[in-house]
């Protein structure tokens, strides 16, 4: 709920989720509710403690951090209908249950499903991986969706997380991979740093070796999709038929080391 968070060991509040999100999450049936055997997540243009705009988000971790559904690798898949118009910036992904390399995005993220709001033709697909915050690392994947398509018409997104690599799939269809990525825990007046040599990195295949919980929500304005205009139509609902997670029935081969060579991304001494 709300429109921020408190961070850091001194606590200090972020407002906007970081991103200068204009929404304030809420748990009223307006903004979350079944209706012909779907999940609305429904964003509102309405002012609620200073935020022009409701909204809500689900996840499967409880406020106190209690775990009510978290997984370690598998085909994390969801069957959605998208809004979609500027502004707007609906997602599907999942966070680590634990901080156990540290604060994001030490300890990992990974998008399966987001998309800019004036784009309803192109799905993002992201990991978020590095040093706490400010040096984390982020990279997106881009599909176009074939046909003259829309994530506005009902389709199938999915993640298959492997030890050592992750795929996006798009209708069964896989459409990305990603094979590299890397943790560094170390930190400076409280905040991540670049590692300088390997014996600063986690080991590999961290921070994507962890338990991660689900999370589902639309998000409304922000540095990424930028404000809503006269033309974005509200309300604005995420609508999602079922979440599925599957276990891969021979079980996940141990990932196979890897060099981390001449550490081209990070700082000189």
């Not at 022009?52 to 775990?67: N, W």
């Not at 890397?182 to 740093?193: A, H, K, V, Y």
């Not at 919980?213 to 809503?228: D, E, I, L, T």
Request: glycine share 10%; proline share 8%; hydrophobic share 35%.
């Amino acid at each position: 709920m709300g429109n921020g968070f408190f961070a850091g060991k001194d606590k200090i509040w972020v407002s906007g989720w970081g991103n200068d999100e204009l929404q304030y999450y809420t748990r009223d049936p307006s903004n979350i509710f079944v209706r012909d055997s779907a999940l609305h997540i429904r964003a509102l243009q309405e002012s609620l403690h200073g935020c022009a705009y409701t909204s809500a988000r689900v996840k499967t971790r409880r406020h106190d951090g209690a775990p009510l559904f978290i997984k370690q690798y598998g085909r994390f898949e969801f069957r959605a209908k998208v809004p979609h118009g500027k502004g707007l910036w609906p997602a599907l992904w999942l966070l680590p249950h634990e901080d156990h390399y540290g604060s994001w995005a030490a300890s990992g993220e990974i998008d399966v499903m987001e998309i800019l709001g004036e784009h309803p033709e192109t799905v993002l697909g992201s990991i978020h991986f590095g040093s706490s915050f400010p040096e984390r690392e982020l990279v997106t994947h881009t599909h176009s969706i074939p046909d003259g398509g829309s994530v506005g018409d009902w389709h199938v997104y999915a993640v298959e997380w492997y030890p050592g690599e992750i795929r996006w799939l798009f209708d069964g269809v896989m459409w990305a991979r990603q094979n590299f990525w890397w943790s560094c825990s170390s930190t400076r007046d409280g905040q991540g740093t670049t590692p300088l040599a390997p014996s600063e990195l986690n080991a590999w295949p961290a921070p994507f070796d962890r338990p991660f919980y689900v999370v589902m929500n639309v998000a409304v304005g922000g540095n990424f999709p930028g404000s809503p205009n006269e033309r974005t139509r509200f309300p604005a609902d995420l609508l999602v038929d079922y979440v599925r997670v599957y276990d891969r029935a021979k079980g996940y081969e141990a990932p196979k080391p890897r060099g981390v060579g001449m550490l081209p991304w990070a700082k000189p001494r």
